[in-house]
């Protein structure tokens, strides 16, 4: 059960960042792939999810509208396009799955989640 996050780096505000997630093991056939951060101090936060079988794509409202959450089901690969990037968009990004279908009020929830990637930084300069 793995999960190989990459991507992260150093952007300036305004700018665009693609994270990659690619699942293997029994990580591969999860239900719902979903992104986290975690910044300096802060509580690990909810930032998009994918349910695969429903086509569905979910969003914590600081990020809807900048970034986008994509699978590629062939890859087992999640991706999280981020645009407009901002200073306070900076933290830890990490992949999580959920190996089963669950309630829609977990997506948000860390505790929720089967499975999680190492983690990539992803800083924003102003």
């Known amino acids: 059960v793995q999960l190989q996050a990459s991507g992260g780096g150093l952007v300036q505000a305004g700018g665009s960042l693609r994270l990659s997630c690619s699942a293997s093991g029994r990580a591969g056939s999860s239900y719902t792939l979903a992104w986290f951060r975690q910044a300096p101090g802060k509580e690990r936060e909810f930032v998009a999810a994918d349910r695969w079988r429903a086509g569905s794509a979910y969003y914590a409202d600081v990020v809807k509208g900048r970034f986008t959450i994509s699978r590629d089901s062939t890859k087992n690969t999640v991706f999280l396009q981020m645009d407009s990037l901002k200073p306070e968009d900076t933290a830890v990004y990490y992949c999580?799955?959920?190996?089963?279908?669950?309630?829609?009020?977990?997506?948000?929830?860390?505790?929720?989640?089967?499975?999680w990637g190492q983690g990539t930084q992803v800083t924003v300069s102003s």
């Open positions: 999580a799955a959920q190996s089963r279908q669950k309630i829609l009020s977990s997506l948000r929830v860390p505790a929720e989640y089967d499975y």
